[in-house]
């Protein structure tokens, strides 16, 4: 039985490291580094996805609508509204790029989107939206598409964006961009991941603003002093005080972070101190020391770490949850996979 896993567990390796050539998965990832440049979210780039597969008979820029005047990737209707467009500027309207900045053109300039139903504001706005890739599908092809609905095959459109959202999600890292405000009312600098920390030695902090490139972050803190924990938000935004950052401008203890991926490990210091240990989302565990948020009542706190992974034992799988088996693959894009399946190995002996 152990022979049979162990042989199954070297070809899951070995496929790790295979990659697609079909053109599709190539023009799949033209488009989403096209429009993560132009600050998507990757689940509005996969709602729009899955409407383009559909659309597009499996993302092909240079293709006409069967029986009608529609052409392109979203099948611009007619299809002179690219193909003019691009033209006047001496581009190729076949290919994916030129038609990735048509797109960007009708959110500048107010075109094609047109609000409906959804409860985004503008085209801006739902590109930069973290909400379910399903909903943002709807979206896209009610406010932008608008096909009938008698032909319009919703479900159709919300798997193929599924199977991007699955595909890139493992292809792009995740990423936490965090930022504290401490007592005297300054800004720490912004932090991505934990290439550094949040705050500054000595000075306590008071709000924290957490905000992921995929996903959804929910945050709360603990104010000194009080019983109950703040509200949980989800902006990034120190301008709104009612879901841009958690606080209230009075030094806190303790903080709490989750993700809709996957837990994030986080930790915090002691004021001119020493940090906690690492925390592991909401988790609550005595045997590991995840006490389900990072610090303690009543001890101010001046730095704050975040990471989308950080397992506290890679190399004995056999003490790690399956959750943490999941961070462990999540967080391996940097480890050699070679050294994976070792781990895989030990954790069978």
């Excluded at 409860?119 to 406010?143: A, G, H, I, P, W």
């Excluded at 932008?144 to 479900?155: C, G, M």
């Excluded at 934990?194 to 000595?202: E, R």
């Amino acid at each position: 039985m152990k022979f049979i896993l162990l042989f199954s567990l070297i070809a899951f390796s070995l496929s790790l490291k295979t990659s697609k050539t079909d053109p599709s998965y190539e023009n799949a990832h033209e488009i989403y580094n096209f429009f993560k440049e132009k600050g998507w979210s990757l689940n509005a780039i996969c709602g729009m996805l899955g409407n383009m597969h559909w659309e597009s008979d499996g993302l092909q820029p240079d293709i006409n609508e069967m029986g009608g005047g529609g052409y392109g990737l979203v099948q611009w209707t007619p299809g002179t509204n690219l193909k003019t467009w691009a033209e006047e500027r001496g581009l190729d309207y076949s290919t994916v790029n030129t038609q990735c900045q048509r797109i960007q053109w009708e959110l500048e300039n107010g075109q094609q989107y047109i609000k409906k139903k959804c409860s985004y504001k503008n085209f801006k706005e739902f590109s930069q939206s973290n909400d379910s890739v399903e909903t943002l599908t709807e979206c896209f092809m009610r406010e932008y598409e608008r096909p009938a609905e008698s032909t319009a095959h919703l479900k159709e459109r919300k798997e193929y964006a599924n199977l991007w959202y699955n595909h890139l999600s493992n292809n792009s890292p995740l990423i936490f961009t965090y930022q504290v405000k401490m007592s005297d009312g300054t800004l720490s600098e912004e932090i991505e991941n934990d290439n550094s920390f949040a705050g500054t030695v000595g000075k306590e902090i008071t709000d924290i603003a957490i905000k992921v490139n995929r996903g959804k972050v929910e945050y709360q803190v603990h104010v000194i002093g009080e019983n109950d924990w703040l509200p949980k938000v989800s902006g990034y935004d120190w301008n709104d005080s009612n879901n841009g950052y958690a606080g209230k401008g009075k030094v806190i203890d303790m903080v709490r972070i989750t993700h809709s991926e996957m837990k994030p490990y986080y930790r915090v210091s002691k004021v001119n101190s020493d940090y906690y240990d690492w925390q592991y989302g909401d988790l609550v565990d005595k045997n590991k020391n995840y006490d389900g948020y990072a610090g303690a009542k009543g001890v101010k706190i001046d730095r704050l770490q975040i990471v989308p992974c950080k397992p506290k034992d890679v190399t004995n799988l056999k003490l790690l949850g399956d959750d943490e088996f999941k961070c462990i693959y999540a967080y391996s894009s940097k480890l050699n996979y070679n050294l994976l399946l070792l781990f895989l190995i030990i954790a069978l002996i």
